[in-house]
T-cell receptor
Framework: EPEVTQTPSHQVTQMGQEVILRCVPISNHLYFYWYRQILGQKVEFLVSFYNNEISEKSEIFDDQFSVERPDGSNFTLKIRSTKLEDSAMYFCASSWAQSSGNTIYFGEGSWLTVV | SQKIEQNSEALNIQEGKTATLTCNYT??????LQWYRQDPGRGPVFLLLIRENEKEKRKERLKVTFDTTLKQSLFHITASQPADSATYLCALADDKIIFGKGTRLHILP
Protein backbone atom coordinates (compact mmCIF):
# COMPACT_ATOMS: atom_id res chain seq x y z
CA GLU A 1 0.00 0.00 0.00
CA PRO A 2 1.36 3.48 -0.83
CA GLU A 3 2.58 5.45 2.15
CA VAL A 4 3.71 8.88 3.23
CA THR A 5 7.38 8.87 4.19
CA GLN A 6 9.07 11.33 6.50
CA THR A 7 12.68 12.13 7.30
CA PRO A 8 14.35 12.36 9.70
CA SER A 9 12.56 10.09 12.13
CA HIS A 10 14.22 11.91 15.03
CA GLN A 11 16.18 15.13 15.19
CA VAL A 12 17.79 16.90 18.12
CA THR A 13 18.58 20.56 17.61
CA GLN A 14 19.87 23.46 19.64
CA MET A 15 17.45 26.24 20.52
CA GLY A 16 17.65 28.99 17.92
CA GLN A 17 18.69 26.70 15.09
CA GLU A 18 16.70 26.14 11.92
CA VAL A 19 15.19 22.74 11.16
CA ILE A 20 13.81 21.31 7.93
CA LEU A 21 11.51 18.31 8.11
CA ARG A 22 10.97 16.42 4.89
CA CYS A 23 8.04 14.46 3.57
CA VAL A 24 7.28 12.49 0.44
CA PRO A 25 3.50 12.37 0.06
CA ILE A 26 1.69 9.63 -1.82
CA SER A 27 2.44 10.20 -5.49
CA ASN A 28 -0.98 11.00 -6.95
CA HIS A 29 -2.21 13.02 -3.99
CA LEU A 30 -2.94 16.71 -4.41
CA TYR A 31 -3.44 17.98 -0.84
CA PHE A 32 -0.66 18.06 1.72
CA TYR A 33 -0.67 18.80 5.43
CA TRP A 34 1.51 19.21 8.46
CA TYR A 35 0.30 18.39 11.96
CA ARG A 36 2.14 18.29 15.24
CA GLN A 37 1.63 16.40 18.49
CA ILE A 38 3.32 17.54 21.66
CA LEU A 39 3.98 14.59 23.96
CA GLY A 40 0.79 13.52 25.71
CA GLN A 41 -1.37 16.03 23.88
CA LYS A 42 -3.66 15.96 20.88
CA VAL A 43 -2.75 16.07 17.22
CA GLU A 44 -2.89 19.72 16.12
CA PHE A 45 -3.36 21.07 12.61
CA LEU A 46 -0.59 23.36 11.35
CA VAL A 47 -1.09 23.93 7.64
CA SER A 48 -2.62 22.60 4.45
CA PHE A 49 -1.15 23.05 0.98
CA TYR A 50 -2.79 22.71 -2.40
CA ASN A 51 -1.86 23.80 -5.89
CA ASN A 52 1.50 25.11 -4.69
CA GLU A 53 0.13 27.41 -2.07
CA ILE A 54 -1.07 27.39 1.51
CA SER A 55 -4.83 26.85 1.61
CA GLU A 56 -5.31 26.99 5.37
CA LYS A 57 -3.14 27.53 8.41
CA SER A 58 -3.66 27.53 12.16
CA GLU A 59 -2.65 30.09 14.77
CA ILE A 60 0.34 27.91 15.58
CA PHE A 61 1.69 28.35 12.06
CA ASP A 62 3.23 31.79 12.50
CA ASP A 63 6.16 33.47 10.74
CA GLN A 64 8.53 30.98 12.34
CA PHE A 65 7.15 28.26 10.07
CA SER A 66 7.14 27.85 6.33
CA VAL A 67 6.30 25.08 3.87
CA GLU A 68 7.56 24.37 0.41
CA ARG A 69 7.14 21.85 -2.36
CA PRO A 70 10.52 22.29 -4.01
CA ASP A 71 9.99 19.59 -6.64
CA GLY A 72 7.33 17.14 -7.74
CA SER A 73 7.75 14.79 -4.82
CA ASN A 74 8.97 16.49 -1.64
CA PHE A 75 7.00 18.62 0.81
CA THR A 76 9.00 20.35 3.53
CA LEU A 77 8.33 22.12 6.80
CA LYS A 78 10.93 24.66 7.88
CA ILE A 79 11.05 25.88 11.46
CA ARG A 80 13.26 28.93 11.95
CA SER A 81 14.87 29.85 15.25
CA THR A 82 13.54 26.82 17.12
CA LYS A 83 12.25 27.16 20.68
CA LEU A 84 12.01 24.59 23.44
CA GLU A 85 8.25 24.46 23.00
CA ASP A 86 8.65 23.38 19.38
CA SER A 87 9.65 19.94 20.68
CA ALA A 88 6.98 17.60 19.32
CA MET A 89 6.21 14.88 16.81
CA TYR A 90 5.52 16.44 13.42
CA PHE A 91 3.29 14.49 11.07
CA CYS A 92 3.01 15.01 7.35
CA ALA A 93 -0.16 13.84 5.64
CA SER A 94 -1.62 13.78 2.17
CA SER A 95 -4.94 13.14 0.48
CA TRP A 96 -6.30 12.82 -3.04
CA ALA A 97 -9.05 15.34 -2.43
CA GLN A 98 -9.85 17.79 0.34
CA SER A 99 -9.33 16.09 3.66
CA SER A 100 -12.71 16.62 5.20
CA GLY A 101 -14.62 14.04 3.18
CA ASN A 102 -11.76 11.81 2.15
CA THR A 103 -9.17 9.49 3.54
CA ILE A 104 -6.08 11.30 4.72
CA TYR A 105 -2.86 9.33 5.04
CA PHE A 106 -0.34 10.19 7.74
CA GLY A 107 3.37 9.52 7.80
CA GLU A 108 5.09 7.98 10.79
CA GLY A 109 6.26 11.35 12.03
CA SER A 110 9.47 13.23 12.73
CA TRP A 111 10.25 13.58 16.39
CA LEU A 112 11.88 16.96 17.03
CA THR A 113 13.68 17.63 20.29
CA VAL A 114 14.88 21.18 20.92
CA VAL A 115 17.50 21.47 23.65
CA SER B 1 -14.14 27.60 18.85
CA GLN B 2 -15.02 23.97 18.39
CA LYS B 3 -14.17 21.69 21.32
CA ILE B 4 -14.03 17.91 21.16
CA GLU B 5 -14.30 15.69 24.20
CA GLN B 6 -13.58 12.01 24.15
CA ASN B 7 -14.68 9.92 27.08
CA SER B 8 -12.14 8.91 29.68
CA GLU B 9 -8.51 8.95 28.92
CA ALA B 10 -8.36 5.16 29.23
CA LEU B 11 -10.87 2.36 28.81
CA ASN B 12 -10.35 -1.29 29.79
CA ILE B 13 -12.50 -3.88 28.05
CA GLN B 14 -12.45 -7.66 28.34
CA GLU B 15 -11.51 -9.50 25.16
CA GLY B 16 -14.55 -10.53 23.14
CA LYS B 17 -16.76 -7.74 24.48
CA THR B 18 -17.86 -4.64 22.60
CA ALA B 19 -15.85 -1.50 23.23
CA THR B 20 -17.77 1.77 22.93
CA LEU B 21 -15.96 5.08 22.70
CA THR B 22 -17.68 8.46 22.86
CA CYS B 23 -16.92 11.70 21.10
CA ASN B 24 -18.80 14.88 21.95
CA TYR B 25 -18.38 18.28 20.38
CA THR B 26 -19.64 21.67 21.43
CA UNK B 27 -20.49 23.93 18.55
CA UNK B 28 -21.68 23.45 15.00
CA UNK B 29 -22.00 20.01 13.49
CA UNK B 30 -19.24 19.32 10.98
CA UNK B 31 -19.92 18.02 7.50
CA UNK B 32 -17.91 14.92 8.31
CA LEU B 33 -16.66 13.11 11.35
CA GLN B 34 -13.69 10.77 11.18
CA TRP B 35 -12.17 8.16 13.48
CA TYR B 36 -8.49 7.25 13.57
CA ARG B 37 -6.34 4.74 15.37
CA GLN B 38 -2.96 5.79 16.77
CA ASP B 39 -0.39 3.42 18.19
CA PRO B 40 2.39 4.75 20.48
CA GLY B 41 5.00 6.71 18.53
CA ARG B 42 3.15 6.21 15.23
CA GLY B 43 1.04 8.38 12.98
CA PRO B 44 -2.77 8.29 13.05
CA VAL B 45 -4.36 5.72 10.75
CA PHE B 46 -7.73 6.56 9.17
CA LEU B 47 -10.48 4.09 10.05
CA LEU B 48 -13.91 5.44 9.18
CA LEU B 49 -15.68 8.55 8.00
CA ILE B 50 -19.34 9.39 8.52
CA ARG B 51 -21.25 12.25 6.92
CA GLU B 52 -23.62 14.53 8.81
CA ASN B 53 -26.63 13.07 7.00
CA GLU B 54 -25.65 9.50 7.86
CA LYS B 55 -26.75 7.92 11.12
CA GLU B 56 -24.48 4.90 11.09
CA LYS B 57 -21.51 3.45 9.21
CA ARG B 58 -19.99 -0.03 9.48
CA LYS B 59 -16.70 -1.56 8.46
CA GLU B 60 -15.99 -5.13 9.51
CA ARG B 61 -16.03 -5.12 13.35
CA LEU B 62 -16.26 -1.32 13.53
CA LYS B 63 -19.42 0.75 13.76
CA VAL B 64 -19.74 4.51 13.99
CA THR B 65 -22.86 6.54 14.74
CA PHE B 66 -23.33 10.27 14.33
CA ASP B 67 -26.08 12.15 16.18
CA THR B 68 -26.08 15.83 15.25
CA THR B 69 -28.85 16.56 17.75
CA LEU B 70 -26.81 15.23 20.66
CA LYS B 71 -23.58 16.47 19.02
CA GLN B 72 -22.11 13.05 19.59
CA SER B 73 -20.49 10.17 17.78
CA LEU B 74 -20.12 6.67 19.16
CA PHE B 75 -17.41 4.29 17.97
CA HIS B 76 -17.94 0.58 18.58
CA ILE B 77 -15.53 -2.32 18.21
CA THR B 78 -17.34 -5.64 18.45
CA ALA B 79 -15.67 -8.92 19.40
CA SER B 80 -12.69 -6.93 20.66
CA GLN B 81 -9.20 -8.41 20.52
CA PRO B 82 -5.96 -7.49 22.33
CA ALA B 83 -4.64 -6.24 18.96
CA ASP B 84 -7.34 -3.55 19.08
CA SER B 85 -5.52 -1.93 22.00
CA ALA B 86 -4.53 1.58 20.86
CA THR B 87 -5.56 5.21 21.16
CA TYR B 88 -8.61 6.09 19.10
CA LEU B 89 -9.00 9.64 17.87
CA CYS B 90 -12.21 11.37 16.91
CA ALA B 91 -11.80 14.16 14.35
CA LEU B 92 -14.21 16.78 13.08
CA ALA B 93 -13.73 17.60 9.43
CA ASP B 94 -14.85 20.65 7.52
CA ASP B 95 -12.22 22.73 5.76
CA LYS B 96 -9.63 21.23 8.07
CA ILE B 97 -9.49 18.34 10.50
CA ILE B 98 -9.62 18.99 14.24
CA PHE B 99 -8.67 16.08 16.48
CA GLY B 100 -9.83 15.14 19.94
CA LYS B 101 -7.30 14.08 22.51
CA GLY B 102 -8.18 10.43 22.07
CA THR B 103 -9.20 7.52 24.25
CA ARG B 104 -6.65 4.85 25.14
CA LEU B 105 -8.32 1.49 24.77
CA HIS B 106 -6.91 -1.60 26.48
CA ILE B 107 -8.38 -4.95 25.54
CA LEU B 108 -7.64 -7.38 28.37
CA PRO B 109 -7.01 -11.02 27.42
Amino acid sequence: EPEVTQTPSHQVTQMGQEVILRCVPISNHLYFYWYRQILGQKVEFLVSFYNNEISEKSEIFDDQFSVERPDGSNFTLKIRSTKLEDSAMYFCASSWAQSSGNTIYFGEGSWLTVV
Amino acid sequence: SQKIEQNSEALNIQEGKTATLTCNYTNYSPAYLQWYRQDPGRGPVFLLLIRENEKEKRKERLKVTFDTTLKQSLFHITASQPADSATYLCALADDKIIFGKGTRLHILP
